[in-house]
């Protein structure tokens, strides 16, 4: 019983006050200058309770956008590994959903799902900072669900490394 409580008291502190990562797989930064925009004084995130940090392990949400490839998908996969459960993955823009205007390029793999999981997807080009808060706010409400092992599947393996 006590474990429950103590669970579930951390589970709302992780909601009410979350820290995010946000990663650039490489795009044409219009994602990520519309990321930056939330959190400055006209849309305030911080007045949430949502902190950006720059360390993986201090994080609770990852932010993603651009295309991915093999080179920063290893990276990505890195970060994600690094990240303490229960975590949730946003993919924002177009880039960061299919690949976008990327996507038939010769080194794009596609979206963020192609290397973790994601639980939210943001669409637009650039997507509206109100979306992405929408979508943040959205991963919140599923971080403040009790974690099932069923959740995540396994991550895919990236071309060229060996499985873990």
Same mark, same amino acid.
């Given at each position: 019983?006590?474990?429950?409580?103590?669970?579930?008291?951390i589970?709302r502190?992780?909601?009410?006050?979350?820290?995010?990562?946000?990663?650039? $797989?490489?795009?044409? /930064?219009?994602c990520?200058i519309?990321?930056?925009? $939330?959190?400055?004084?006209?849309?305030?995130?911080?007045?949430?309770?949502?902190?950006?940090v720059? /360390?993986?392990?201090?994080?609770?949400?990852?932010?993603v956008? *651009? @295309?991915?490839?093999r080179?920063?998908?290893r990276?990505?996969? /890195?970060?994600?590994?690094?990240?303490?459960?229960?975590?949730?993955? #946003?993919?924002?823009?177009?880039?960061?959903?299919?690949?976008?205007?990327?996507? @038939?390029?010769? /080194? #794009?793999? *596609?979206?963020?799902?192609?290397?973790i999981? #994601?639980?939210?997807?943001?669409?637009? $080009?650039?997507p509206? %900072?109100?979306?992405?808060?929408?979508? #943040?706010?959205?991963?919140?409400?599923?971080?403040s669900? %009790?974690?099932?092992?069923?959740?995540? %599947?396994?991550?895919?393996?990236?071309?060229?490394r060996?499985?873990?």
């Amino acid at each position: 019983m006590p474990i429950q409580w103590l669970d579930k008291l951390i589970r709302r502190a992780r909601v009410k006050s979350p820290w995010l990562l946000h990663f650039d $797989c490489g795009s044409c /930064n219009g994602c990520d200058i519309e990321v930056l925009a $939330c959190l400055t004084p006209v849309y305030d995130v911080e007045r949430f309770g949502i902190v950006n940090v720059g /360390n993986p392990l201090h994080a609770d949400l990852l932010l993603v956008t *651009g @295309t991915v490839n093999r080179r920063n998908g290893r990276v990505l996969t /890195n970060l994600y590994e690094q990240m303490a459960a229960p975590k949730v993955v #946003v993919a924002i823009g177009s880039c960061g959903l299919s690949g976008g205007i990327f996507r @038939t390029a010769y /080194n #794009v793999i *596609g979206g963020v799902d192609q290397m973790i999981p #994601v639980d939210v997807y943001v669409p637009g $080009c650039p997507p509206r %900072p109100e979306a992405i808060i929408d979508g #943040v706010f959205l991963a919140l409400d599923r971080l403040s669900r %009790p974690a099932k092992s069923s959740d995540r %599947p396994p991550l895919k393996p990236v071309a060229g490394r060996s499985s873990p």
